[in-house]
């Protein structure tokens, strides 16, 4: 059984924080595995969620890889499979399967300032990475955050924002006038110029709707970035998580497999269908 | 008889006067293929069109298509859309008038008379020519197939190779058109529903088991739902591969939609979607057979259809695509309609 | 090894095979498919089936596994693997066979997908070569294909007049034949000649072809946005039967089927899916993209004739002309083909 890909394990919901409400909910699980030691991921690399009778559903996930205790994700309830998630409380039992998907290229990025550029629920599959270099700082360059969702109460990970705001810069932004807001109003891809990231020894990191990410991505090359400086993470619906079934490709890549990281010098080479 | 060059010509003329946006009929297919659809855009190409006994497939089906194109564009072109139909086929069109989905000026229907014979049913020929290949052939005006191969050619009586439906046609021309090639037939069968009765006379038992061994067979490609010009839902009730789904569409009316089968092939899942879209079809169906003829593994879907269709005229004196004004079956009811269910 | 064997000991080969399930291709009303038959059922000189012999090892619909609540409400999982059952397929015609292979290339690799090689590892496949082309749209030879290719076969049949000439490639096909060592004897040299023959005729009568095959890989990756795909769509109804019907195509889908909601019982179970259906990629939030029946035939050629051919180095196609003789609407893959490799 344990060398079957598609059998997940099963797995208990220690922790759920309830991040945004309203229209577009999202709840940060965390979860611990019943009986699996030795489960290690790489920043970027997704799981399959169980719900069994419902589904499974390709999550990022959202913890760095040097904590030990539990894996964390993001999950915005979008549809059957989400919202029985959303159901669930602490002590639930989850299947997981994973960990699926290439990584980040961290160990590359020494000494260079990490730019994260996230909007709505694209903070979390980014979030392992940033996670992971504020636990490493002397290795990397400068760390900057450029957030931004709809309305302030969308924001997730409020708290961790607020701490955050002591050991790094960090922008936010919703995309319309709000009472009491007092920081940027409009866009993200709007606020990345406004805030004029520097090229010199960086890279950008970014991930949100396809539609930010299309104009974050045109707004970092003006502001001077090269393809390969630019990185991102992708979304497509997927079912077998190993490359088989199908779904999920973009040209000759599987994203479950050959993505869903990618520079922007490498997802231009491939067929815009995503 | 009907005169392909004064076909071909009348498609020259509304295309070349800008009438229509382009022409659906038919035209000869790779390798053989007796005929296919085609779509003619240019006036020149009007050439390509044919006429002949293989003409079978229900041009009325890329009607929605059309539709749907004309609703992502942001200037729609607002010209109808010429379409070449046979009188099973108008009868089609009557029905998508009478439900609304097209009005009469998104089509100018070009209507071709089956006269005293019909379309060929592709199995039957094959059988009769024993594995000899038909090089081409057509209809010689004494209702017998000429069938030319290379060792010369064959006569076949129509009833041995007409498809069962036209045996039991009651619209050998059509019955709506802006101009009709051939003449004018109006003919009431009196075997109407002579297929379906032959299975009507089996036992429970023999019905359940011939329909079970048919459906083992099915492989749920949904060939039969994708060609019909009636199953223009967006989503399907029975199995829905396509949802409508919005920016507004929330996360509980997703999860919320139900299931009604599931995907796997297992006789009740099976049984259920072809019920069911039966049932979807009564008093809609016209019996141009196309879920029949495309269906790869040889499952008589038509009679589930055309038993609804006997329902339909013996409880309801109801026909199908004659009237594009009538009120729709299952929607709408008479004072004499029968209660002797009703206890 | 090479063995030749007569037509009237076929049948008893047959029931020498006592431990393994037997397929061959049966007949019912004109449609050949794939059964399990006894040795007194057997034919195995036949057009072609259906439905492929790649549902013998990549079934329409298996089960992955079976959840159950416990009585304390949390979820039990239990693995359901293929049952063990050694098989023989008769009358595999060589096309198809090279089609199990492509298949054994997606299921392989970096995560072995346990349910299909269980059921491949069990199957021991009997090629029947074509005397001649078994339909009229046969293209096997431009795909880097043969009426006589033993790719993915452990025994090869030719068809020499009353006898068969027998040739094996594995230690599974050894094995069937020493099952029955008294039925074989050892081949003459008139009667490999008269296999060869056969072999070289079968080639020259392949009814269609597709020249300069290799123009098309580097072609397609240039033509993603053409307007090709429009126009070879139009009359595509986004069935799904060139999918289904094709011994490469693999995409399936994995859905809970519930048979008791409280307390909650049910299997997980994987169908065939098709990339032709229109939500096929959409995602949650009602994105698809591919919308239109366009960018789903560009998906079909592209995967087939570019991406697959990038990532193994092989066609994902063997050229049994199913999808073309069985569409609805006449779209002719090769026609296609050669409009891609004819594009200016």
New interface residues.
């Given amino acids: 059984m344990s060398d079957n890909a598609y059998i997940p394990k099963l797995s208990k919901i220690i922790e759920v924080i309830e991040e945004a409400g309203g229209g577009r909910p999202i709840k940060t699980f965390r979860t611990q595995f019943v009986d699996v030691n030795g489960f290690t991921h790489k920043c970027g690399q997704c799981a399959m969620l169980s719900v069994f009778g419902k589904g499974e559903s390709m999550i990022s996930i959202s913890s760095t890889p040097l904590v030990k205790d539990y894996l964390q994700f993001s999950i915005l309830k979008s549809g059957r499979v989400t919202s029985a998630i959303h159901a669930m409380q602490e002590g639930d039992i989850i299947g997981v399967r994973g960990p699926y998907g290439n990584n980040f290229p961290i160990e590359k990025w020494k000494g260079k300032n990490l730019i994260f550029i996230g909007g709505g629920i694209g903070l979390a599959p980014i979030w392992s990475v940033l996670q992971t270099a504020l636990r490493k700082k002397s290795y990397y360059g400068k760390l900057s955050l450029i957030y931004g969702t709809r309305t302030s109460p969308d924001i997730i990970y409020k708290e961790e924002l607020e701490e955050l705001k002591k050991e790094m810069t960090v922008h936010l932004s919703v995309d319309h006038e709000e009472e009491g807001w007092k920081e940027y109003v409009g866009f993200v891809p709007l606020n990345v110029l406004d805030k004029k990231p520097s090229p010199k020894n960086a890279v950008a990191i970014t991930c949100g709707p396809p539609i930010m990410i299309k104009f974050v991505i045109q707004n970092l090359e003006a502001l001077g970035f090269k393809d390969e400086q630019i990185y991102t993470t992708v979304e497509n619906k997927m079912k077998c998580g190993v490359g088989k079934c199908g779904r999920c490709n973009i040209g000759k890549h599987y994203v479950c497999k050959d993505g869903p990281v990618y520079s922007w010098a490498e997802l231009k080479k491939l067929p815009r269908e995503y | 008889m009907v005169n392909l060059d004064d076909l071909k010509k009348e498609a020259h003329r509304i295309l070349e006067e800008n009438k229509v946006k382009y022409i659906i009929g038919y035209s000869q297919g790779s390798n053989g293929f007796p005929a296919v659809p085609a779509f003619i855009r240019n006036p020149e190409d009007s050439d390509n069109l044919i006429w002949n006994p293989a003409c079978i497939h229900n041009l009325t089906r890329f009607l929605r298509d059309e539709k749907k194109r004309k609703a992502r564009e942001k200037h729609p072109d607002n010209r109808p859309v010429g379409i070449i139909v046979k009188g099973c086929d108008s009868r089609a069109i009557n029905v998508l008038l009478q439900e609304n989905y097209i009005t009469r000026e998104d089509v100018f229907i070009l209507g071709v008379s089956c006269e005293d014979t019909g379309v060929i049913d592709e199995k039957k020929l094959a059988k009769k020519l024993m594995g000899k290949m038909a090089l081409s052939f057509d209809w010689d005006g004494n209702r017998n197939l000429v069938v030319t191969t290379k060792n010369g050619e064959i006569k076949i009586n129509a009833d041995e190779v007409l498809a069962e439906r036209c045996l039991e046609c009651p619209a050998q021309s059509p019955v709506v058109y802006d101009i009709l090639f051939g003449d004018k037939v109006k003919r009431s069968p009196e075997t109407r529903f002579e297929s379906v009765e032959k299975i009507e006379k089996l036992s429970t038992e023999e019905r359940w088991a011939f329909w079970k061994e048919q459906f083992d067979k099915c492989i749920r490609c949904y060939a039969c739902r994708s060609v019909c010009p009636m199953c223009y839902c967006d989503e399907c009730v029975v199995d829905t591969i396509s949802f409508a789904v919005t920016a507004d569409t929330t996360a509980e009316e997703k999860a919320q939609k139900i299931k009604w089968i599931d995907k796997s092939p297992v006789p009740s899942e099976t049984f259920f979607y072809h019920m069911v879209r039966a049932i979807h079809l009564a008093g809609r169906c016209i019996d141009c057979g196309e879920c029949e003829r495309v269906c790869p593994l040889d499952i008589p879907i038509r009679f589930l259809n055309k038993k609804l269709e006997k329902e339909a005229k013996n409880l309801f004196d109801y026909e199908v695509g004659f009237d594009p004004n009538q009120l729709s079956l299952v929607s709408s009811f008479k004072d004499e309609d029968p209660e002797d269910f009703i206890r | 090894m090479q063995k030749i064997l007569t037509k009237k000991s076929f049948p008893k080969w047959v029931e020498d095979l006592v431990n393994y399930q037997i397929y061959a291709p049966v007949e019912k009303?004109?449609?050949w498919?794939y059964e399990i038959v006894t040795a007194n059922e057997i034919t195995i000189d036949y057009p072609n089936t259906?439905?492929s012999p790649k549902q013998i090892t990549f079934p329409?619909?298996e089960f992955?596994?079976e959840?159950n609540q416990n009585e304390d409400g949390?979820?039990g999982?239990k693995?359901l693997l293929p049952e063990e059952n050694e098989a023989v397929v008769f009358g595999v015609r060589p096309c198809d066979a090279k089609g199990v292979t492509h298949m054994d290339k997606?299921?392989g690799?970096?995560?072995?997908?346990?349910?299909y090689w269980k059921r491949r590892n069990q199957v021991t496949l009997v090629g029947l070569a074509c005397n001649t082309p078994p339909s009229?749209?046969c293209f096997c030879t431009s795909v880097e294909g043969s009426p006589y290719s033993v790719e993915g076969l452990d025994v090869l049949l030719t068809d020499i007049g009353d006898r068969f000439f027998v040739q094996t490639f594995t230690k599974k096909g050894d094995r069937i034949i020493n099952a029955s060592k008294g039925l074989f004897a050892a081949p003459k040299p008139k009667e490999k000649t008269d296999m060869e023959k056969i072999h070289q005729d079968a080639v020259k009568a392949m009814p269609?072809s597709l020249k300069d095959m290799k123009k098309i890989p580097p072609k397609l990756k240039d033509l993603?946005?053409a307007d090709l795909w429009d126009l070879e769509a139009?009359?595509c109804?986004?069935?799904?039967?060139c999918t289904?019907?094709c011994p490469t195509c693999?995409?399936?889908?994995?859905?809970?089927?519930?048979t008791s909601?409280s307390p909650?019982e049910?299997k997980?179970?994987r169908?065939?899916?098709?990339?032709q259906?229109?939500?096929?990629?959409?995602?949650?939030?009602?994105?698809n993209?591919?919308p239109d029946?366009a960018?789903r035939l560009r998906?079909r050629i592209?995967?087939k004739f570019?991406?697959?051919v990038?990532?193994h180095k092989n066609y994902q196609c063997i050229g049994c002309g199913r999808c073309?003789s069985?569409c609805?609407?006449?779209i002719?893959i090769?026609?296609v083909l050669e409009k891609v490799r004819d594009h200016v």
Avoid at chain 3, 237 to 241: A, H, K, L, N, T
Avoid at chain 3, 250 to 258: G, K, M, Y
Avoid at chain 3, 271 to 275: S, V
Avoid at chain 3, 279 to 287: I, K, L, R, V
Wanted: hydrophobic share 35%.
């Fill in positions: 009303n004109d449609l498919s259906v439905l329409q619909r992955f596994l959840f949390t979820p999982v693995e997606v299921f690799g970096d995560f072995e997908d346990a349910y009229p749209n269609r993603f946005e139009m009359s109804i986004s069935c799904g039967i289904y019907l693999h995409c399936f889908d994995i859905q809970d089927e519930i909601s909650l049910g997980r179970v169908t065939w899916d098709n990339c259906f229109p939500d096929f990629t959409m995602h949650s939030s009602g994105h993209p591919r029946k960018s998906q592209m995967h570019q991406y697959f990038e990532n073309i069985k609805p609407v006449g002719d090769i026609q």
